[in-house]
């Protein structure tokens, strides 16, 4: 049966790597300073006493290559498009699981860069599947591919998250790496659950800061209205009180993909609109893996299999936050209708109707899954 994977030592809670590999500048860390060259403070703390602090010194990025066992020139490989090839040196960490096909992996990371445009300094996680095929994704860097954080900028936290697909032997591992210098080093922390950053590292939107929808939003929906500019970068909306919920882009580009959370037993319907109701099953959608439509996107989709005994609080923001990505950058207004039931009658379950819910929450966080990344076969 799928499920997640647990690493040894994922949240580095021995206080040191016990259970990993390294390479380069790597330690087992508490709360930390990252100090940027403008002079500005990034204070990071893991999810609970310890994380992995990575440092892009050490190691020349040859030497990564062959840690990981890739191919010498498959990290530049993946800058050469963005016009980035000059990776010199950094720091690289990895474990090896046994898996299933239909098991999840997850960890939490967030990227600090010390350096200034036109220095790229990029971020990476490696996926080796059992038949050797390997997915190389940039997580972030100054100026993308990935997530551009700008001169001295930072990510936010965010989780690199894949469902895998073969019986056997995976390595997971996350490098960071300085481009065309060896000074000024980006960093990169790791962990099984997110940390936090002061002052605040998720700009306006995120999940710490969140947007709220309209004022005078209608009874029976929440309608919000923003503007897409890298469509595949989620946007996320909190419903907070629900056993499913529908999706229905008013105007602008169709929804691309849908990003689950982990409630209940992580497994959710979803379903296609056949132009009268939603009767098309799409298939079973993942907690924190990208669910993808059809290459044109749907306009509107529905999510069902939200446990009632989950009895989701509706006093929390942040009950249930999912993402969309979309296939196009535009202006977007989307409505969103909860499907709730009445649970004062437990044993005798009415059916589900589309009420409004309270506090509801827009939250536009940014991800590059399948972004910036490249897959081959090592020889």
């Known amino acids: 049966m799928a499920a997640p994977i647990s690493l040894i030592n994922q949240g580095f809670e021995t206080g040191d790597l016990s259970g990993w590999d ?35 010194f050490g190691a020349s990025v040859s030497e990564i290559e062959s840690f990981f066992g890739i191919a010498s020139g498959s990290f530049n490989a993946t800058q050469t498009p963005f016009g980035n090839s000059s990776l010199t040196n ?81 390595t997971i591992g996350f490098a960071v790496t300085n481009s ?23 700009e306006l939107g995120s999940p710490e800061n969140p947007l709220l929808p309209e004022e005078d939003d209608t009874p029976d929906s929440f309608d919000f209205s923003f503007t897409v500019t890298e469509p595949s970068f989620p946007i996320f909306i909190d419903p907070i009180v629900a056993v499913g919920y529908d999706y229905v882009v008013n105007s602008g580009p169709n929804v691309a993909s ?58 929390d923001p942040a009950a249930f936050i999912t993402g969309l990505t979309f296939v ?19 044993v005798d379950v009415p059916a589900p109707s589309s009420l409004g819910l309270l506090g509801i929450s827009l939250i536009m966080m940014r991800s590059i899954r399948k972004k910036a990344s490249i897959s081959f076969m090592n020889k």
Do not use: H
């Not at 980006?186 to 659950?193: H, M, N, Q, V, Y």
């Open 22 to 56: 390294t390479i380069g500048q790597v330690v087992a860390a508490g709360p930390t300073t990252v100090v940027t060259n403008n002079g500005t403070n990034y204070l990071i703390s893991p999810n609970e006493s310890s994380m992995a602090f990575m440092d892009s």
């Open 90 to 170: 950094g720091s690289a960490i990895s474990q090896s699981f046994v898996a299933s096909a239909g098991d999840t992996i997850d960890m939490s990371w967030n990227y600090a860069a010390r350096d200034y445009i036109p220095f790229t300094d990029p971020s990476f996680a490696v996926l080796i599947a059992p038949d050797g095929t390997t997915q190389i994704e940039t997580l972030a860097s100054t100026t993308g591919p990935g997530l551009a954080t700008g001169s001295d900028g930072i990510s936010g936290v965010f989780s690199f998250a894949e469902e895998l697909s073969q019986d056997g032997e995976y």
């Open 180 to 202: 065309s210098d060896t000074i000024l080093n980006a960093t990169l922390f790791l962990d099984d659950a997110a940390g936090e950053c002061n002052p605040s590292c998720n």
């Open 258 to 315: 849908v990003i689950l959370p982990e409630i209940g037993d992580g497994i959710f319907d979803v379903y296609g609109w056949d132009g009268s109701d939603y009767n098309l099953f799409l298939g079973e959608a993942l907690a924190n893996i990208a669910f993808d439509f059809e290459p044109d996107g749907v306009s509107q989709f529905q999510v069902k299999g939200i446990e009632v005994e989950e009895m989701l609080d509706p006093s």
């Open 328 to 346: 196009e950058a535009g202006d977007v207004d989307i409505s969103q209708i909860a499907i709730t039931i009445d649970t004062d009658d437990l």
